[in-house]
């Protein structure tokens, strides 16, 4: 399951009330720190002001021992339930803005083909014909 799929299927069962707001807080932050300088990030960033104002700290640096640097990974510490209503409505208003497939991120369709893939097949078009 892609993490494009994992979000909109959290963000559906919190509505639906079949997924508790930690998993939701769980999933979009980790899509959003994963998924840096595209779409998906822009189209959370509502999601994540209302849960770092809520929820400070939802993320944690600590060393990595695989690779020099830092590893960032998921704080575990219950939602307050005061900014609930607020997340809700924040989640309803971004799935409102979503096609009928209600899917935010939808599968990435096929590159296209790199530039020297096209003038090969230019030319073998040309030879063929």
Do not use: C, W
């Amino acid at each position: 399951m892609s993490s494009a799929t994992s979000v909109s299927d959290a963000l559906e069962g919190y509505i639906t009330g079949q997924v508790l707001v930690e998993r939701v807080v769980a999933v979009v932050a980790a899509a959003y720190y994963r998924d840096t300088g595209n779409e998906k990030r822009e189209t959370l960033r509502p999601l994540v002001e209302i849960i770092e104002r809520a929820h400070p700290g939802v993320v944690e640096l600590s060393a990595s021992t695989v690779r020099p640097g830092f590893v960032v990974q998921l704080a575990d510490r219950p939602f307050p339930k005061r900014y609930e209503a607020e997340f809700r409505q924040a989640v309803q208003a971004l799935l409102a803005t979503f096609p009928v497939s209600r899917v935010p991120f939808p599968e990435a369709a096929a590159p296209s083909p790199s530039l020297l893939r096209r003038i090969v097949a230019a030319v073998r078009r040309l030879f063929s014909a």
